[in-house]
Structures are given as structure tokens and as C-alpha cells.
């Protein structure tokens, strides 16, 4: 299976909305609701900050927000702060009963 | 809370077993409809799903892995683990362990670094 794809980097101000894209097949996130984002800080385990494509875990802010349109899921992060910076990934239930996670996303904030 | 540590090995030779172990606490570990999972990180690079198993026993594997792959489970240990055999330089890696559903992990381990040398 191959690894979704996600924009290596995405950047913003202090308080913009960003949003990272991720790419698969209609086998994977075209095919199924269950699309999951994770953010990773470094040195640090990841931490699921939307699942199930735009639902948030509790404790979640709700600046994060999940979509998906075709093969394409995306991750918006609005207001964004400075403890944003991190690396996101995103995964997907895959028509082989397997996950596949995406390549990631460095997040930086200017 | 929910709390997931690994242990194992932090050095393994190449062609061995690499064997890892997850220790669950702070929630019943057979009691529920989670799947217990274990992810893994090459040094600098993105995540790698390894597989996971419910707690009934049914496993799933990524299948470039699956050959060499074993995730096993002992509820009376509240413990699950991972088998990786046939090691090579390339499964040295952050080894995640994590506690979820089907299709995403809600609590995970620290991670452990596993190094394979001779």
C-alpha cells in the first residue's frame, strides 16, 4: 500500500487559517469515512486531533476541523498559534482492512 | 487515564527477532472493542502502520511487513506485542504501541527506539 500524499510543508502567521490536503485512491480515503489526523511535536508521540474525517476526540481545540472531497481529505487549522508547530499526519482505512498514514506535514508558524 | 508503555530491546542484531512488548494500564483490557496497534518511525522520516490486533485475537498486518510480522495479545497481562523477525538496518525505527478502534489510535505509547546493528 502506498503512503498518502501531504504537502511536505505548510506555513502561516500567527492567527491565519491554514489547511493541509491529503491525497489517496478510491480504495482508501475516496472510499470511507474514516479518515483520522495526527499531530506530532518533536521528540514527542503523535496525538489524534480529528477522526472518522471531522470528528474531534475531547480536549481538542475546535480550531482543528476535518473535510473530504473525492480522494482528497484536508485538516484546517484556524487562529493559529504558535504551539501549532508540529508535524501532521493523516491515515485511512484502507479497502484491504489495513491503515495507511500519509507522508506528513511540517507545520510552521511565521 | 489510559496508559501504554513499551519495553524491549533497545539493540538487536541483524537477521534476529525483533520482539517488543506493550504494557497497558488504567483501563480493562479486554473489555472493550479496541484494537491494539503498533506504529512505527524511521529516524527523521513519517509514520509506518505495522498492524494491530483485537482483542479477540483477530490480527491485521501492513502487507509489506506481513510476512515477518506477529502482534499477539495476553489479556491476563493486559500486555499485547510485536514479533518482527529476519531484522535488517531499515527496521531500526521508533516503535510505537497505541490503543484504538478500527481506524485511528486515541492513546499511544511514548515509543521506544530499536536499533539493529551487530
Known amino acids: 500500500q502506498s503512503a498518502l500524499t501531504q504537502p511536505a510543508s505548510v506555513s502561516g502567521s500567527p492567527g491565519q487559517s491554514i489547511t493541509i490536503s491529503c491525497t489517496g485512491t478510491s480504495s482508501d480515503v475516496g472510499g470511507y469515512k474514516y479518515v483520522s489526523w495526527y499531530q506530532q511535536h518533536p521528540g514527542k508521540a503523535p496525538k489524534l486531533m480529528i477522526y472518522?474525517?471531522?470528528n474531534r476526540p475531547s480536549g481538542v481545540s475546535n480550531r482543528f476541523s476535518g473535510s473530504k472531497s473525492g480522494n482528497t481529505a484536508s485538516l484546517t487549522i484556524s487562529g493559529l498559534q504558535a504551539e501549532d508547530e508540529a508535524d501532521y499526519y493523516c491515515?485511512?482505512?484502507?479497502?484491504?482492512?489495513?491503515?495507511?498514514f500519509g507522508t506528513g506535514t511540517k507545520v510552521t508558524v511565521l | 487515564q489510559v496508559q501504554l508503555q513499551e519495553s524491549g530491546p533497545g539493540l538487536v542484531k541483524p537477521s534476529q527477532t525483533l520482539s517488543l512488548t506493550c504494557s497497558v494500564s488504567g483501563g480493562s483490557f479486554s473489555s472493550g472493542i479496541y484494537y491494539w496497534s503498533w506504529i512505527r518511525q524511521h529516524p527523521g522520516k513519517g509514520l509506518e502502520w505495522i498492524g494491530y490486533i483485537y482483542y479477540r485475537g483477530n490480527s491485521y498486518y501492513n502487507p509489506s511487513l506481513k510476512s515477518r510480522v506477529t502482534i499477539s495479545v495476553d489479556t491476563s497481562k493486559n500486555q499485547f506485542s510485536l514479533r518482527l523477525s529476519s531484522v535488517t538496518a531499515a527496521d531500526t525505527a521508533v516503535y510505537y504501541c497505541?490503543?484504538?478502534?478500527?481506524?485511528?489510535?486515541?492513546?499511544w505509547g511514548q515509543g521506544t527506539l530499536v536499533t539493529v546493528s551487530s
Open positions: 472518522a474525517v471531522n
Open positions: 497505541a490503543r484504538g478502534e478500527m481506524t485511528y489510535s486515541d492513546y
Open positions: 491515515s485511512s482505512y484502507t479497502s484491504s482492512d489495513t491503515l495507511v
